[in-house]
């Protein structure tokens, strides 16, 4: 049983005619007859009785119309989902972030996407840096929104900067400089620090203490907390100061104060990254709808 023969046999059931299902069909009557004789034969069995009048369909018949209505129905249902499945409407995307760098905007960009892909099902994963680089190795997540990867996998994905961030000072509201828009790093240098954990972001601990030799000394560092709220909140307390991206101001920061680096130019990229081999329309369609965005998310996380 073919789609062409099916076709023939429920035209011919719908009219009770051989010459109007050809009309419907805009073929010839022999041609129906020929595809109605083949399925009679294959199936063994007679789908309608017939006369020089009339044309009537068989208990046989009947049982075969209710199958093939569904086998046409379901042959539409397929066409249309690889259809949607090729241009990104329907299928599923998985979307790890940092948290502190994606706060301000993540809602923003998935409600964007779910207006324009409704019934594609969206997963958001809060992970760190590390956690993200497994995930994408593994193919548990689609996108990642990340800081630059290590130089020796990097060649392995696309990435996309988002918005650059900048590193502050993070003092309490009780400290000495709190008041202040601007400071130097080497104001900084008789404090014990709270320093982001080196296992989750290996370039900007790196980076933290290359700065303060820069400045004349090397920091006197207290905690390594694993998560970013986790550090602010460490700062509200009064345990000690950090330095670290701008964007954490976006995370639950009553009680701390964000002060500039005067003589701090590091640049700290926010980037939407997948990798090389994923063709996936979901994902185009959502990084697309990212990468429009990108102005407007720079904009609101300037310092």
Known sequence: ????????????????????????????????????????????????????????????????LADASAILALTGQAKNRVKNAHSGK???????????????????????????????????????ATEQIEALKQDKIDIAFSRPLPTPIADEFISHDIYIDKLVAVVSQAHAIAGKTHTDLAQLKTEQFIIFNREEALGLFDETIILCKQAGFSP????????????????????????????VSKLYSRGCHFIALEDVDTQIPLQIQFKQNNNSATVKAFLDIALAAKDEIQQSMAV
């Open 90 to 128: 329907i299928g599923t995307l998985n979307i790890a972030h940092l948290s502190s760098a994606c706060l301000s905007f993540m809602a923003s960009l998935i409600r964007t996407y779910k207006a324009q892909f409704p019934q594609v099902h969206v997963a958001l994963f809060e992970m760190t």
């Open 1 to 64: 049983m073919d789609i062409k023969t099916l076709k023939s046999f429920i035209a011919v059931a719908k009219y009770q005619s051989f010459s109007e299902a050809a009309r419907e069909l805009h073929t010839v009557q022999p041609a129906i007859s020929r595809h109605i004789s083949a399925l009679e034969e294959e199936l063994g069995v007679k789908l309608f009785n017939r006369n020089s009048r009339d044309v009537a369909i068989t208990p046989a018949g009947e049982q075969l």
């Open 220 to 247: 006197d560092i207290i905690s390594q907390p694993r998560h970013m709220q986790t550090l602010v909140t460490e700062v509200a307390a009064g345990l000690g100061v950090a330095i670290a991206p701008f964007c």
